[in-house]
Every structure is written in structure tokens, then in C-alpha cells.
């Protein structure tokens, strides 16, 4: 797929559902991290002095974390790429200073490379580049996330695809061989971008009989796309009751875990007490024998012993002798 289609498919509005599904299967793989939707920004940046090179890049789109992202289509290797990555980050990240007291805080960027060529090496599809520490392998900042996508490392046939990601790289490096939608790729996401990819391979005339075939089939269209929104916003409510249900329980099982660390808590201050209570106890019997041993030796019977501790000597007898 050529930079030009590649931006006629992912680059509008009405089909950014593809970007987004693209997006997803490789930041899920790369970075776990998922979007929910996005909004296409400008692709072109000034600078500020005129005799400055402009940049213009392929694909760019902010999420709803506003989290950046930009991608690049290179069909050919090109002198100084790895160069130009980087000097587009520096002109996105100097273009996010605000006037007046600004603090210095940018926001994450993404910038996705699709190649045609090898990049760093010749068996790695997907490689990821951060700045971090050589040493300790630790994130020195998450701001900068560049991500090399080889194609033309991708050597899997349409029978050895599994997932989502897979898929969508297959169709990124052979799409344009195709005659047909494989057997693997059913469902609506795929079907349209077929439909697209066939639509932009017409003549004028061919287009124009499309369009009218299209404009005829609007408001079934859009009634499909009234019970997506319907079903999302069900999906959500689903989700959004499910979360509280989740929420409840863990309170619950919070709330069981305090009372039992409260009846452990009185089991040992009760054991406490017993062990308090034996000690004291062996103490007084201590004390009662002593005094016993020692009215013997004053010549006391144990008749005489009895009355005056209020004992009874045989209980005694064990500790005694």
C-alpha cells in the first residue's frame, strides 16, 4: 500500500475506525495500552523562522488522553530515516510550548513507522525504542515511544494468521495482490476496508455508478450505525454495572477481611488473658506452698496449716513433695 492510499484509507474521518484498530493491535503488542478514539490533528508544522524547512508527515491524531500519534509510510529506504524520526519529535514536542508560564510538561508521542525496507535488522517485524537507561534497562521518560514496523519482514502466508495484528500486517504489505477477501479476514472492519481499497481501484465512471449504489443504500447504513451507537452505549451501561458490582463486592470482601483481622485480633487478646490468668495462678499456688514449708518448719500441723491459709493440703501435696 502506497503513502498516498495508505492516507486515503486510515486519513478521514468517516474511516478512522481502521486507524484506530490498527493502532490498538500494535500498542497492545508494544506497549499495553488501548484507545478508545481519536481526533486527526494537522500534519503540517512551521516553524517559526521562514527559512526553516517545513514538516509534513503522513498521519497524525490525538486520543482521548491526549496521547500523540504519528505515522509514517516509507516505501524505500531513505538517507538519515532514523534522522528524520527524530527531528519530527523535536519539531512536535517545541510546537507543544504555550505562551506565557509554561512549565515544560509534553505530552506522550507516538511515532509509528511503517517500512517497506529493514530498519535495524533482517528478522525483527515490530521493534520499540524508548529513552531509557543502558545499564539498568530502566524508562527514562515515557514522553518518546518510536516504533519500527517492518513489512517486509512479515513472512506469514493468509493460512498462518492468527491474530488481529497479524492480519492487519499482511494486508499493509500485500493488500494490493489481492483478488479477493480471505477466507480469515470476514466481519464488518474488514469487508469495509476491502470495499474502500476496491473503491479507490475504479475508473470515474465506475465511482460514480459506486456512489449512487451507496446513496441508495444510506439509510440502511445508517440505521446499522444507529444500532452500533445503541449497542456501545448497552455495552457501556453493561460494563459500567458490572464495574459496580466488582466495586461492591471488593468493599465486601474488604469489610470481611477487617472483621476477621477484628475476631483474630480478640482471639489473641483472649489468649492473652488465659496465659495473664495461668500465670497469676501459678503464682498464688507458688506463694501458698511456700507458705506452707514454712509453717512446717515453725512445728505448724497441717490441721493448724488449713485453718490458717483457708487451703486444703492435699490439693497441694503434688507441688509440695
Known amino acids: 500500500m502506497t503513502d498516498f492510499g495508505f492516507k486515503r484509507v486510515f486519513g478521514s474521518e468517516p474511516n478512522k475506525v481502521f486507524l484506530v484498530s490498527l493502532l490498538n493491535c500494535i500498542l497492545l ?12 490533528l494537522k500534519n503540517e508544522y512551521l516553524s517559526d523562522d521562514e527559512e526553516d524547512r517545513k514538516v509534513i508527515i503522513d498521519l497524525m491524531c490525538k486520543d482521548t488522553q491526549n496521547r500523540l500519534f504519528v505515522v509514517e509510510v516509507q516505501l524505500s529506504p531513505q538517507l538519515f530515516f532514523t534522522d528524520r524520526i527524530l527531528y519530527y519529535a523535536s519539531r512536535i514536542f517545541s510546537n507543544q510550548q504555550t505562551k506565557g508560564n509554561w512549565n515544560y510538561e509534553l505530552k506522550p508521542l507516538y511515532i509509528i513507522s511503517l517500512s517497506y525496507f529493514t530498519i535495524q535488522n533482517d528478522f525483527e517485524v515490530i521493534s520499540v525504542q524508548k529513552l531509557m537507561n543502558i545499564k539498568t534497562q530502566e524508562v527514562f521518560s515515557d514522553k518518546l515511544t518510536i516504533i519500527n514496523v517492518q513489512l517486509n519482514n512479515f513472512k506469514k502466508n ?32 474488514f469487508e469495509r476496508l ?19 449504489k451507496l446513496d441508495d443504500m444510506g439509510v440502511y447504513e445508517n440505521a446499522i450505525q444507529y444500532a ?22 471488593r468493599e465486601k470482601e474488604k469489610e470481611a477481611r477487617e472483621k476477621e483481622k477484628e475476631a483474630r485480633e480478640k482471639e489473641k487478646e483472649a489468649r492473652e488473658k488465659e496465659k495473664e490468668a495461668r500465670e497469676k495462678e501459678r503464682e498464688a499456688r507458688e506463694k501458698i506452698v511456700l507458705a506452707i514449708l514454712n509453717l512446717r ?16 493440703i492435699s490439693d497441694y501435696h503434688q507441688s509440695i513433695f
Not at 476491502?194 to 449512487?212: M, N, V, W
Not at 456501545?232 to 458490572?242: G, P, R, T, W
Not at 518448719?297 to 486444703?312: A, C, G, M, R, T
Open 297 to 312: 518448719k515453725l512445728k505448724f500441723s497441717d490441721i493448724q496449716i488449713q485453718e490458717v491459709l483457708n487451703i486444703k
Open 29 to 40: 503488542y508494544t506497549d499495553d495500552i488501548e484507545i478508545v478514539d481519536i481526533e486527526y
Open 228 to 249: 452500533i451507537l445503541e449497542g456501545k452505549k448497552l455495552a457501556e451501561k453493561e460494563i459500567q454495572e458490572a464495574r459496580e458490582k466488582e466495586r461492591e463486592a
Open 158 to 189: 493468509e493460512e498462518e494468521l492468527e491474530t488481529d495484528l497479524e492480519k492487519w500486517l499482511y494486508l499493509l504489505k500485500d493488500i494490493h495482490k489481492l483478488e479477493r477477501i480471505p477466507k480469515n479476514f470476514q466481519g464488518y472492519l
Open 194 to 212: 476491502f470495499q474502500i481499497a476496491e473503491y479507490h481501484g475504479l475508473s470515474k465512471k465506475e465511482r460514480e455508478k459506486y456512489d449512487k
